[in-house]
């Protein structure tokens, strides 16, 4: 199934989103995967709005994505680091 076109909000949060990795010494080659796993994070919360997340929301997301059978190791490492620097 295709994604529904972005919305003109959402095309600038994601501007946004991979202009900060950037500046944070992301490499831009790599910013498609940490909006990746962005957008499987809001995914795992939908009819919340990420402002009304609070930390706990983040370890249990964080901890669950740890025990995924489906993620290996350096993908779970991936998850943790587009966290940290997305934040």
Do not use: C
Request: proline share 8%; net charge positive; no cysteine.
């Amino acid at each position: 199934m295709a994604n529904p076109p972005l919305t003109d909000k959402e095309r600038v949060f994601w501007s946004r989103f991979s202009k900060h990795l950037i500046q944070k010494g992301i490499k831009p080659e790599s910013v498609r995967w940490y909006r990746i796993r962005a957008e499987q994070f809001i995914r795992a919360f939908p009819r919340r709005r990420l402002a009304s997340l609070t930390p706990d929301d983040v370890s249990g997301y964080l901890l669950k994505a740890g025990e995924s059978p489906n993620l290996k190791p350096w993908q779970y490492l991936q998850v943790m680091d587009s966290y940290t620097n997305s934040v």
